[in-house]
C-alpha cells in the first residue's frame, strides 16, 4: 500500500519523507490557502519544491470547473515536473477532462469522489487515481470505509487499472481498515503516519531492556 501525506506543509512532507516511508503528497485549494500560498507563480513554484522532497506522486488541483480550462489548467501542472498528478473534480466536464488528459499521457487524480458510481465514472475515463473521502463521509453518518471496499470489489471485478487513493483519512484505524480492505493508497496528515509507531507496550517494553542492560552495563 501507497503512503501518500495529505498537506502543502514543506515541513511535514520532509519529515515524512525522511523517516523512509512516504510514496507522494495530495494537495488541494483547502491545504494551499492554509500554507498562504496565492498567485499562480507563487502556487507553481511551491508544487514544484514539492516534487524536489519526494521521489514521485504530487496531486495539484485544478481551480477550472469546464473542460476547456481544466484541460489548459491541467497541461500547465503537469509540465511543472514529471512527478505532478493533476487532480481533477468528478464533475461532468472533470470526466471529459480525465479521459482527454489520460490520452495526452498526463497522469490524473480524480477528487471529490463520495459514491461507487462515481468511482466507476473516474475508472472508465481513465484516471490513475480516484479519490473517495472516509472522513467526510464518516462525517455525515455514511460508512466511508464500505465505500472503499465497493470500489475495491468493482475495480477488481473488472480489472480496471485506476488505483483507490483513500482520503479524508482521520485516524490510524481509518489508515489499518483501508489496507485490511486492500485499498492501493491512503492519504493523511503527518500526525495520522506518526501515529502509526505508538504503543505503550513498545514504550514500556523498551524502558525495560534500556534498565536492564544498565543494571549490568553501568
Ligand atoms: O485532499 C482531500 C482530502 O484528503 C481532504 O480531507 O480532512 O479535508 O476531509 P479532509
Redesign the pocket.
Same mark, same amino acid.
Given at each position: 500500500m501507497k503512503f501518500f501525506i495529505?498537506t502543502a506543509n514543506l515541513k511535514d512532507i520532509q519529515e515524512a519523507y525522511d523517516l523512509g516511508v512516504l510514496d507522494g503528497v !495530495?494537495t488541494?485549494p /483547502?491545504?494551499m490557502a492554509k500554507e498562504g500560498i496565492a498567485g499562480e507563480e507563487n502556487v507553481n513554484a511551491h508544487y514544484k519544491a514539492i516534487c524536489n522532497i519526494v521521489d514521485n506522486n504530487v496531486s495539484a488541483e485544478v481551480i477550472a470547473t469546464d473542460f476547456e480550462a481544466m484541460i489548459s489548467e491541467g497541461k500547465a501542472l503537469a509540465d511543472i515536473d514529471d512527478k505532478i498528478v493533476v487532480k481533477i473534480p468528478m464533475i461532468k466536464d472533470g470526466v471529459k477532462a480525465i479521459k482527454y488528459l489520460t490520452s495526452e499521457g498526463i497522469r490524473t487524480n480524480c !477528487?471529490l469522489v463520495f459514491s461507487a458510481g462515481q468511482a466507476l465514472l473516474a475508472a472508465k475515463a481513465g484516471a490513475s487515481y480516484v /479519490?473517495p473521502?472516509i472522513?467526510?463521509l464518516d462525517d455525515i453518518s455514511f460508512d466511508g470505509l464500505q465505500l472503499i471496499e465497493q470500489i475495491v470489489q468493482i475495480y477488481d471485478n473488472y480489472g480496471f487499472d485506476t488505483e483507490v487513493l483513500a482520503? /479524508?483519512i482521520r485516524h490510524t484505524m481509518h489508515l489499518v481498515q483501508c489496507a485490511e480492505i486492500g485499498s492501493d493508497v491512503v !492519504?493523511c496528515p503527518l500526525n495520522v503516519i506518526t501515529s502509526l509507531l505508538n504503543h505503550p507496550l513498545t514504550d514500556k517494553g523498551l524502558e525495560q531492556f534500556l534498565a536492564d542492560h544498565a543494571k549490568v552495563n553501568g
Open positions: 495529505d !495530495t488541494n /483547502s491545504l !477528487t /479519490s473521502f472522513g467526510r482520503a /479524508s !492519504t
